[in-house]
């Protein structure tokens, strides 16, 4: 057990707080311009997968009235097939997780995306709502796989230095998906109606699988795999070993993506049905609304990214978090336009700014040979454990109602972010980071250390044997060394 202390405690916070020596911030433009042709495309099609994922994902929460309006049934009940996307997402990382450590991420993700496309469309057809849930359930599995697929390619491509800014930025995808979302309801919905919405939505996921069918893989990955075919390796081997050595960090990582994803659903998904039914705004209105705190979102990642590379991974999620408690009065509490506007740029600014950093945080807390089932299957378990986050807000909202006899969906919203914000900070303090990691070196050390290990422990045995059969005993034969 370490000792606290006073000096213990000032060190500790001058570690997350005050950048090292000569880790002062670089130009970001120059970041940005720093990659060569093999990384700008990587990075550009992990990007689009991503933004994809979001585009297809929010076609539900944007429609969600219109919808529930065309099948006769109530939000709440719409909103489960939300529930059931992110309950089914686990599933497909799992899969395309292993597909990828195993066979690499460009086929199966081109996979993934063809998917997206085929389900996107049949959802546009569904002729009632147990359709609609199942196809989006089925949705789910392929949404689950393409986060740490796309994660892993870009993040091992990256240069060191430069991690943190395309972390923000990739994990924006996910803001401008929702941004281009709302931008295809607001064309599509008053004049073609919310089928169109899933059919226009094909488009972004056929621009990424052309553009990941030029991705090379990673010299990461090659690697790692290199490792497993010449060390004869079974995936169960490799996973009891990355089990053994990381579970607590695996059950770390799950707790902290359950608390990210209840502070992103709980304070998009809901957010534009909160507009339309508890205040009465318009879809043009709501959908205003919607690119507004989007663009506050796409800022929020690129800039608490950016600053993560120099202050610390868990320094800017803390201070990130700290700040939205800050604006939850703004966000929900003012009932004219303009002031609830500025709330949600404001939240989401810091919500995606937490989330700005998690790509690389994540890849960089991954074992070997794990850089894309760890995170994504980390993701999205988290995503499991909050995948309930819309639909409890929609029934508590629709069980307290308000004098004129509305949902209360604001006060559910505030007390239900509020108390995750306070769980992301706690959870995020105690936890570590590996900020700057080398993937390449610290993939070969980690491997290399295991197989000396097991070395030392045959020669060991096999010393043990021979004293044995010779009549004598090792000194650590002693029962009671065990103890020691």
Known sequence: MPTITTAAVKAYLYDMFVPKVGNRPKNPIKLLRGLNHQQRITFAAAFMAWMVDAVDFFTVSLSATEVAAAFGKDVSDVTSAITATLMLRPIGALIFGILADRYGRRIPLMIDLALFTVIEIATGFSNSLTTFIALRAVFGICMGGEWGLGNALAMETLPHDSRGIFSGILQEGYAAGYLVAALIYYAAIPHLGWRALYWFSIIPAIIALILVYFVPE?????????????????????????????????????????????????????????????????????????????????????????????????????????????????????????????????????????????PVHLAELSPPGFRS????????????????????????????????????????????????????????????????????????????????????????????????????????????????
């Open 218 to 358: 990673t010299d990461v990955w090659r690697q790692n795999r290199a490792y497993a075919t010449t060390n004869r390796k079974h995936l169960y081997q490799l996973t009891l070993e990355m089990l053994k050595k990381h579970w607590l960090r695996c059950i770390y990582a799950i707790l902290l993506m359950a608390g990210f994803n209840f502070m992103s659903h709980g304070s998009q998904d809901l957010y534009p049905t909160f507009l339309k039914v508890q205040l009465g705004y318009s879809a043009s209105q709501a959908t205003v609304a919607t690119v507004v705190m989007n663009i506050g979102a796409i800022i929020g990642g690129l800039l608490i990214g950016y600053l993560s590379e120099y202050y610390g991974r868990r320094t800017m999620i803390i201070w990130s978090c700290a700040l939205g408690l800050c604006f939850l009065p703004l966000w929900m509490l003012p009932t004219s336009y303009t002031p609830l506007v500025i709330g949600a740029f404001f939240i989401q600014f810091c919500v995606q700014g937490a989330w700005g950093v998690i």
């Open 373 to 484: 089932t760890f995170p994504g299957l980390a993701y999205q378990l988290g995503n499991l454990i909050s995948a309930s986050a819309a639909q409890i807000e929609a029934v508590a909202g629709e069980q307290h109602k308000l004098p004129n006899g509305k949902p209360d969906y604001a006060r559910v919203q505030m007390i239900l972010l509020g108390v995750v914000f306070g769980f992301v900070i706690v959870l995020t303090m105690i936890g570590s980071e590996e900020r700057g990691k080398d993937f390449m070196k610290a993939d070969d050390q980690e491997l290399n250390d295991t197989e000396n290990m097991k070395d030392i422990s045959a020669t060991l045995d096999g010393q043990d044997s021979m004293e044995e059969g010779m009549g004598s005993k090792s000194p650590d034969s002693n029962p009671l060394s065990s103890h020691l």
